[in-house]
Nanobody
Framework: QVQLVESGGGLVQAGDSLRLSCVVSGRTFSSRAMGWFRQAPGKEREFVATIDWSGDNTEYADSVKGRFTISRDNAKNTVYLQMNSLKPEDTAVYYC???????????????WGQGTQVTVSS
């Protein structure tokens, strides 16, 4: 069974940076798209970023475009989310997910991690 384990969350101040990592078990990592989603208290889980199997194609939510960068290292079975210029509204639990293709829709992703908390103070 595939397992996804996120790390790198924490408490930071507005304007700071964080890099989230997600390590995926299993031999099919390099052939699958990966995504990052986030969920703030009382809100729906929302799309943040996605990357295709090769790393050549990415897509971002408008709210993070220009500040966040998704990348992957297929040799390490790891996907990253570099978050710069963080804002208090970025506060949420961040989840990585594995899917068949790049998509902004949660329904495309069949495997999810447990999440890592990111808190941005003003």
């Amino acid at each position: 069974q595939v397992q996804l384990v996120e790390s790198g969350g924490g408490l930071v101040q507005a304007g700071d940076s964080l890099r989230l990592s997600c390590v995926v078990s299993g031999r099919t990592f390099s052939s699958r798209a990966m995504g990052w989603f986030r969920q703030a208290p009382g809100k729906e889980r929302e799309f943040v970023a996605t990357i295709d199997w090769s790393g050549d194609n990415t897509e971002y939510a408008d709210s993070v475009k220009g500040r966040f960068t998704i990348s992957r290292d297929n040799a390490k079975n790891t996907v990253y989310l570099q978050m710069n210029s963080l804002k208090p509204e970025d506060t949420a639990v961040y989840y990585c997910a594995r899917g068949s293709f790049t998509s902004t829709s949660r329904s495309n992703y069949s495997s999810w991690g447990q999440g890592t908390q990111v808190t941005v103070s003003s």
